[in-house]
């Protein structure tokens, strides 16, 4: 409750009369609170937090900011996965199957991890293992993670 509260603290700071004027700082704190509300299964409970994320895809939309977007379905994504609503996951997984090729490095380990998440809970065990193995190429290779993940998937494969 006292980070959420920060994080809502930190909303206001980027925003001036109610628009959004540091989008970085805007998306972090959104994200956070979207990520918290996920993980706790609420999310679709919280309509002032909705309105943040719309908010979000708003501005990402108006400024291009296809990063932003990539967001917004990874979120989309997870809280459908939380919360057991696969049929709503189309539109998002089609954005993030999109945008992988050009996404920056760390988004590009969100989606591939977001989608070996969904294709696994929809039994598309094909292209779950594609993005399984693509995750792992884009961990950086000394990592104990990616060491860790690429054991793992040998010894199930």
Known sequence: SNARDLLYQSIEGSRTLGIVTDCQAFYRSVGLVVTMRIFEGTFNKS?????????????????????????????????????????????????????????????????????VCYYARNHIYDL??????KLINNLPSLTVTRKYISLRYQIMY
Not at 56 to 79: K, P, Q, R
Not at 128 to 133: K, M, P
Request: aromatic share 6%.
């Open 128 to 133: 779950a293992r594609r993005h399984l193995q």
């Open 47 to 115: 309509a002032t937090d909705m309105a943040l994320l719309k908010q979000m895809a708003d501005t990402a939309h108006s400024n291009g900011d296809f990063e932003a977007e990539i967001w917004l379905g990874v979120y989309n994504v997870g809280n459908a996965l939380v919360i057991d609503r696969m049929a709503d996951c189309a539109p998002y997984v089609a954005l993030l199957e999109a945008h992988v090729k050009e996404a920056a490095d760390y988004n590009r380990i969100a989606i591939h991890g977001t989608l």
